[in-house]
Every structure is written in C-alpha cells, then in structure tokens.
C-alpha cells in the first residue's frame, strides 16, 4: 500500500497499534504496517473529524512546491482513520530524524524548542547548545513555516515549545507537530 497517498483507511489496514504517547486530546501509536506514520486516535474524535479532513485535502488539493513545503515543515495530517464509518482519528507522519538527538545513552530525544530556548536544559540531557546565530536562523525557518500557514488563511492555535522541534547544522530547520491544532481562519477557535 502506498501509505504517502491516501485520504482514508481503515484501522485493521494499520495492523498492530501500540500506544507510544498520550496528550491532551488523545493518543499517539505506532503502527507496524508502516513506520513513516503514526496514528493519533482522538478522545473526541467527532470534535476534530471536520478539520483533519479539511487539512488533509488542503495537502491533497496543493501543487507539488506547495505539498513538499508542508512535508518538510508540518507533521500534517495524511490520512483519516475509520473503524468502518466511524472516525477514530488520524496518521501523521513520523518527525524526521534530524529533528531528534541521539544521546550518549544511547536513547532518541525529539529536539523540542525548549532545548533551543534554555541552554541549561540542553546540556542536562546531552543537546548541544546552539550559537546565537543558529537559533536565530532556526527561528527564521519557523517564521516561514507559520507565514506560510497566514499565507493560505491558516491559523496555528497549539503553539507550545514542545511542538515545535529544530534540527542543528547542517540540515538547520524547524518541524511543526500537532498540526491538528490548525484551522482555517474562518472556523471558530478550538475549545481548551
């Protein structure tokens, strides 16, 4: 199966789901059909069904540039997920390993934006500090990321250090994950 061009499966098409991570609105799982994506199931599902599949056919619908754009930058929804005609959720794709630090421990740490923001944070864990003039070109490439989104009447309403994750020279760049968290400009805001 072609995982990178889909616009719904079912969930018996992910094979085994194993819980890695739960947050606020739901869980996140991989799935051994594929190690590309994960599958976030919502608590609520039928409260965000409406805006991941807006945003999958916003990818869907984009030119090639557009589409490559969004998959450097964004941990964007690709695919709704359907228990038959039931809406459970969504698969997001995987960060990209250079957006995570592989420690002397021999563990894997997401480099999220606290670890560029508090120096002494990053040194307790094994993530080098970054120059001033690094950060400043990472938070560059976050501010297109974000412009891009004002650009095409988005809104990004989950902005939190730990959604956004950074990668180091030389591939210097930001990712954007819980992208669930945009909407279209003309759509009510998200409840807490």
Not at 173 to 184: E, H, K, M, P, T
Request: aromatic share 8%; charged share 25%.
């Amino acid at each position: 199966m072609n995982w990178q061009h889909l616009e719904k499966v079912q969930i018996a098409e992910l094979g085994t789901c194993r819980r890695m991570a739960s947050g606020g609105v739901g869980t996140i799982h991989t799935i051994s059909a594929t190690s590309e994506l994960l599958f976030k199931r919502y608590r609520q599902p039928e409260q965000y069904r409406n805006r991941v599949e807006g945003l999958i056919g916003e990818r869907i619908e984009a030119s090639n540039t557009s589409k490559e754009f969004i998959d450097k930058h964004f941990a964007w929804p690709r695919a709704s997920v359907y228990d038959r005609d039931v809406f459970l959720g969504a698969l997001i794709p995987v960060a990209p390993e250079h957006f995570v630090a592989k420690l002397s421990t021999g563990s894997n740490l997401p480099r999220d934006l606290g670890f560029l923001l508090y120096e002494r944070r990053a040194r307790l864990v094994g993530i080098d500090p970054q120059s001033l003039r690094d950060k400043l070109r990472i938070v560059a490439e976050l501010a297109v990321a974000l412009g891009y989104l004002t650009n095409h009447g988005l809104v990004y309403e989950d902005m939190a250090p730990t959604n956004i994750l950074w990668s180091p020279a030389p591939s210097i760049g930001s990712y954007v994950l819980d992208c669930d968290g945009i909407r279209f400009e003309n759509e009510g805001s998200s409840p807490p």
